[in-house]
């Protein structure tokens, strides 16, 4: 089945490390979304990704949609201890609109 | 906006019970969906509705799940009899106000345990 590749799996970094993680499918897909879940809680929608090499950012966090609507990266600027956690990727499937997600990339700050 | 709201929280239960997992969406979503998140296979769409319908449910890994949306405000995901091998969270998602692809918001899950 269709599948995305998010890396890094996991991320040790020092409070102030920019952060930079990615997500590249094999199919091309027009919508992508960057989605971070908080231990015990649900997912929640970081930043959404609409049109082909477009560049998005949402206060630290900047997103790229690749021009080839393959990959998508996500980047945190001096990190702080609040955006530990597990950030995913998610496509829409033009079929059906359902999401495909990637596996996550946990982040951890080193004490 | 109150968000998507999920309960119980969490749920500890023996093998053979019954479990009943319950979501409200946010007002004036009409499509709700139902995921399972493990360690081993991350996140799962087990089943989703669109305006109180079930569209697929392909995911539903067997016949002991089952879920209803009886209305726009109200979903129930059942499992029985429930198994040590379906201990995972279960999250709640809605979303769109009248589009498909409007992102989802999730409920903060369920944390099933089945001993």
């Known amino acids: 089945g269709q599948q995305l590749n998010q890396s890094p799996q996991s991320m040790f970094i020092q409070e102030g490390e920019d952060v930079s993680m990615n997500c590249t499918s094999s199919?091309?897909?027009?919508?992508w979304l960057w989605y971070k879940q908080d231990p015990g809680e649900g997912p929640v929608l970081l930043i959404a990704?609409?049109?082909a090499g477009e560049l998005t950012s949402n206060g630290r966090l900047t997103a790229q949609f690749g021009i080839t609507r393959k990959d998508s990266f996500l980047n945190i600027s001096a990190s702080i201890p609040s955006d530990v956690g597990i950030y995913f990727c998610?496509?829409?499937?033009?079929?059906?609109?359902?999401?495909?997600w990637g596996a996550g990339t946990k982040l951890i700050i080193k004490p | 906006d109150a968000g998507v709201i999920q309960s119980p929280r969490h749920e500890v239960t023996e093998m053979g019970q019954e479990v009943t997992l319950r979501c409200k969406p946010i007002?004036?979503?009409?499509?709700l969906f139902w995921y399972r998140q493990t360690m081993m296979r991350g996140l799962e769409l087990l089943i989703y509705f669109n305006n109180n319908v079930p569209i697929d449910d392909s995911g539903m890994p067997e016949d002991r799940f089952s879920a209803k949306m009886p209305n726009a405000s109200f979903s129930t995901l059942k499992i029985q009899p429930s198994e040590p091998r379906d201990s995972a969270v279960y999250f709640c998602?809605?979303?769109?106000?009248?589009?498909?692809?409007?992102?989802?918001?999730f409920g903060n899950g369920t944390r099933l345990t089945v001993t």
């Open positions: 990704l609409y049109k």
């Open positions: 998610a496509v829409v499937m033009d079929s059906n609109y359902q999401l495909i």
């Open positions: 199919s091309i897909f027009n919508t």
């Open positions: 998602a809605s979303s769109g106000r009248g589009t498909y692809n409007s992102p989802l918001h």
């Open positions: 007002s004036g979503h009409n499509s």
